[in-house]
């Protein structure tokens, strides 16, 4: 009887394996479990195919294990340890969704090629963090469960108990489980071209849709589950390539707007511009808009992680008081957002200097040497126009593998990092003195934001001298999530009123407001308020990203409760302006400010490749029939902005997610089909183009082929 009672317990501890840890799975697929992430719609036959194709899996392992271990109590051992290895893998999945918003594929393992020494303390702080304020440690039950029945259990008599079952039962189970699971994955293609077969989502829809388990281990044994893009479009001649971008194309003497049916051109008139713009008479060229800032020089401040709610809050907008002066002499874009994807940052830089979308799944710095593109990008433009280009970074020269792809890819003539920083003398040990006079030093594992600005002004002022016009592409390194390194210090003072009220993560980005004006302004103005503007030069800033804050602060920083879509727009918009300075001189207090030569406000949506059509118009730069997409920052064109991680898109009327067009912001607003699949095809064109080092010039060619 005693033996017949640890075969029942036995048999209920290998049934609730299969039980707790397929619902397990839904810890991530889930948003009610897991705020994170960003589904599909779920549906029935997902639902069911999920079921299945995690359960087959187990099925085939547990077989295997079975296989060789035949006494019970050697059998609870190995699935008490699967499970504990099962939960600790989907509780990391979870933590990625912390920071990326999208599910884990075997592709994103390209973001540890990057050095993270200098973010490691922080970011595991947080991942504890998880564990208990999130409640993430309930991803661990069914370990917690297993373990409490496998000690509860007699073992004595567990490892007595033994099976002595045929193999060629365990044979014909695991085939059929492998047969059942073709299945499956078949299912899961079928579903997942009939949603949307776009690189960047495949591994969230995979895992709702063909299961937790069998995707990540198919992904171990080699299979990508994707598609061929080329083949899904119908493009099978050269004519097909060439109508199918021509649609997009903006670089055209005419065309007409998808979305307001209009007509415009590559040639930006006033007539179509902001109503609001200001062009001083000294740059004017009557009612034409292109070139008015040919042979001027260039600078593109890549600025890291800034969101444009700090300018929305009135306790942080106080703090810009900078920002806020000179956006007075610029042009500023007011509804900008990111088109970034896995490679964030750099994903950021290929939509700015290369007018193109990422992929969404994995990391284009990072596969260049292995596929040698060959891209267009403003810095080879500026190169033809005897411009000497140079990006200026206080990072390692490896991260993001920016030694191969800035002088190969991107085509800059130089690139001065962390290592030429210390080569000349910058002390990573001693920081640097930002404020002599009070003696205040910034520490942080890179070049301080304050040096950066200053190296710009010093090297611009060096070229100017020579009378050789430049480009510059200066990247800051701070604030980076989690936010460690300001150096003002962790203050609780400033925001009060927020104590307690949010997490430390969101407070400390709060802070970092301050360090935002003062290292935007000493780009114009030193430490004794003296100006350190270049030039002849113009001065474009954007932010790559969002701050990644995703903890529900954003309601009581708004003062509302904010939905998550809502959240997601709020996150994804950031901070964008246009300065060009002219002579003369507009007091702000104790500084003052060029007053600028080119004025006004965007409010209708832009994003990051439309900063690339802008510089190409404006400085004129000889793209010849080269396609490129997106509109003129300055036009009134209507367009969109696509996020490239989580597949959200935002137009002037709505904000919606292509993973479900069911969920917008607001509400109340619907997505027509014929809008949604207009999107959904650039996207897979868009992804085609980076799909081979070749595509991009190849479609140049069958563009000036068939159109020039």
């Known amino acids: 009887m005693k033996k017949k009672n640890q075969s029942l317990i036995y048999f209920f501890y290998v049934i609730a394996f299969f039980i707790l840890n397929i619902l397990n799975t839904y810890m991530l697929t889930i948003q009610g479990f897991n705020r994170y992430i960003a589904p599909f719609k779920h549906t029935f036959l997902g639902e069911i195919n999920a079921i299945i194709g995690n359960f087959v899996v187990l099925f085939a392992i547990v ?93 004595k008599e567990m490892k007595i108990i033994y099976f002595n079952v045929p193999i060629k039962h365990y044979l014909s189970g695991f085939l059929s489980a492998v047969l059942i699971l073709f299945v499956a994955v078949f299912s899961y293609y079928e579903q997942f071209k009939a949603t949307l077969p776009i690189y960047a989502v495949r591994s969230t829809f995979a895992i709702q849709n063909l299961g937790v388990y069998p995707f990540y281990f198919g992904e171990i044994f080699g299979n990508s589950f994707s598609i061929n893009l080329q083949s899904f479009l119908d493009i099978e001649e050269d004519e097909d390539l060439a109508q199918a971008y021509q649609e997009y194309n903006k670089n055209q003497a005419t065309y007409v707007n998808y979305f307001d049916g209009n007509t415009y051109s590559n040639q930006l008139t006033t007539d179509q511009a902001v109503d609001n713009l200001y062009v001083d008479d000294s740059i004017a060229q009557g009612n034409n808009l292109n070139g008015i800032l040919e042979d001027k020089n260039l600078v593109i401040i890549h600025v890291e992680s800034m969101n444009h709610f700090l300018l929305e809050n009135p306790y942080t907008n106080e703090r810009l008081t900078f920002l806020n002066n000179i956006f007075e002499q610029s042009f500023v874009f007011n509804n900008m957002y990111n088109n970034v994807g896995m490679g964030v940052s750099s994903d950021a830089e290929l939509a700015v200097l290369g007018g193109l979308y990422p992929v969404g799944d994995r990391i284009l710095y990072w596969e260049d040497e292995n596929i040698n593109y060959d891209l267009n990008t403003l810095v080879k433009y500026f190169n033809t126009e005897n411009y000497y280009t140079e990006a200026i970074h206080g990072d390692v020269k490896t991260f993001y593998n920016r030694e191969y792809v800035y002088p190969n890819t991107i085509g800059f003539d130089e690139f001065y990092a962390l290592e030429d920083f210390i080569d000349d003398g910058y002390s990573i040990d001693d920081g640097f003195v930002y404020d002599t006079g009070n003696n205040l030093v910034h520490h942080s594992p890179w070049v301080s934001d304050y040096f950066l600005a200053d190296t710009v002004s010093l090297k611009g002022n060096t070229f100017l001298a020579m009378n050789q016009s430049f480009m510059f592409f200066p990247v800051t390194m701070m604030p980076h999530t989690p936010f460690d390194f300001d150096p003002n210090g962790e203050r609780t003072d400033i925001y009060s009123q927020y104590v307690n009220k949010i997490q430390n993560l969101t407070l400390r980005y709060l802070n970092f407001a301050d360090y935002y004006d003062d290292s935007i302004k000493r780009f114009f103005i030193d430490e004794q308020n003296q100006d350190q503007t270049l030039d002849n030069t113009v001065y474009l800033f954007y932010s790559d990203h969002g701050s990644g804050l995703k903890n529900g602060d954003l309601s009581t920083l708004y003062g509302r409760d904010i939905s998550i879509m809502e959240s997601r727009k709020i996150l994804q918009q950031i901070v964008s302006f246009l300065y060009v300075p002219g002579d003369n001189y507009i007091h702000y207090g104790d500084y003052q400010i060029r007053e600028g030569l080119l004025t006004g406000e965007q409010n209708l949506v832009r994003s990051e490749v439309d900063l690339y059509r802008t510089i190409i118009e404006l400085f004129n730069l000889p793209v010849g029939t080269n396609p490129y997409f997106g509109v003129n920052g300055l036009s009134i064109e209507p367009t969109f902005a696509m996020d490239n991680r989580l597949m959200d898109v935002v137009t002037d009327d709505v904000f919606y997610s292509m993973r479900n067009k069911e969920k917008t912001f607001p509400e109340n607003m619907t997505v027509s089909k014929a809008l949604y699949d207009y999107i959904v095809r650039f996207k897979m064109l868009s992804d085609l183009i980076v799909s081979s080092g070749t595509m991009q010039s190849q479609i140049d060619e069958v563009i000036n082929r068939f159109y020039g």
């Open 63 to 155: 077989l295997i294990a079975f296989l060789i271990i035949r006494r019970a109590k050697g059998r609870m051992l190995f699935l008490l340890l699967l499970t504990v290895f099962l939960n600790g893998w989907i509780f990391l999945m979870s933590i990625f969704n912390l920071y990326f918003g999208t599910a884990f594929s075997i592709s994103s393992l390209q973001l540890l090629r990057n050095p993270s020494d200098a973010l490691a303390h922080g970011t595991y702080q947080q991942v504890f963090l998880e564990l208990f304020t999130y409640w993430r440690i309930v991803i661990f039950l069914p370990t917690f469960t297993l373990l409490t029945i496998y000690l509860l259990s007699n073992l």
